[in-house]
């Protein structure tokens, strides 16, 4: 069982009240691979689901959270400021203090546009520390289906040292191309991660 949290990332859905279809995409495609692989029992578990704006202190919160990290002073500071990741920090749908995700899935903000920083923020949270061989597989499947995939900036990266984070593009249509053949991947490192981790 992998735990997973989806942190989507949009002005217009978190801001606008325009309906996310991003994260039910992201869900159905684990759900769907779950029924395959685990046989009535989903090999994937979601530990917590976000909804935030573009906005560099609201991901980073989010991605803390899902991480099961304690809030620093910086995060301590935002939750006062935004009542939004102040509810969502305090609703998880499990106890992510006990079982942090392994990964963590970001959906949108992996554009071009000024206001795309998902990825910057991942790098951030991860201190840099890329798994490039993911997203190297994940724009592979992504071309394959249009070379306008190109301009996407999808990054994967490892936070402390046990939780693969990947930004998928804000597209539901792109989840479904991607995911099917990425998550297995994504399953055997973070199976990676948690063995590497039990050593340290
Ligand atoms: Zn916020």
């Not at 620093?72 to 106890?95: K, M, P």
């Not at 792109?174 to 063995?195: F, K, Y």
């Amino acid at each position: 069982m992998h735990s997973v949290a989806v942190v989507t990332v949009s002005d217009r859905c978190a801001r606008e009240g325009k309906q996310d279809e991003s994260s039910p995409a992201v869900l159905g495609v684990i759900g769907e691979q779950g029924k395959e692989v685990g046989g009535g029992q989903a090999p994937w578990k979601v530990v917590c689901k976000w909804l935030v704006p573009d906005e560099r202190e609201c991901i980073r919160a989010a991605l803390w959270r899902a991480c099961g990290r304690r809030a620093d002073a910086r995060t301590e500071q935002h939750l006062r400021e935004c009542g939004d990741c102040w509810r969502q920090w305090n609703e998880v749908v499990e106890d992510v203090d006990t079982e942090p995700a392994r990964l963590v899935l970001t959906v949108g903000g992996t554009g071009l546009a000024a206001r795309d920083i998902t990825p910057e923020v991942v790098l951030e949270v991860c201190d840099g520390r890329q798994a490039w061989g993911i997203a190297h597989l994940a724009m592979n499947i992504s071309l394959r289906h249009t070379p306008l995939a190109a301009a996407s900036r999808m990054v994967a990266g490892i936070a402390g040292g046990s939780t693969l984070i990947f930004t998928l593009p804000g597209s539901p249509r792109v989840a479904r191309q991607i995911l099917p053949e990425l998550l297995p991947v994504l399953a055997h490192a973070s199976d990676t991660l948690r063995g590497t981790s039990s050593h340290a």
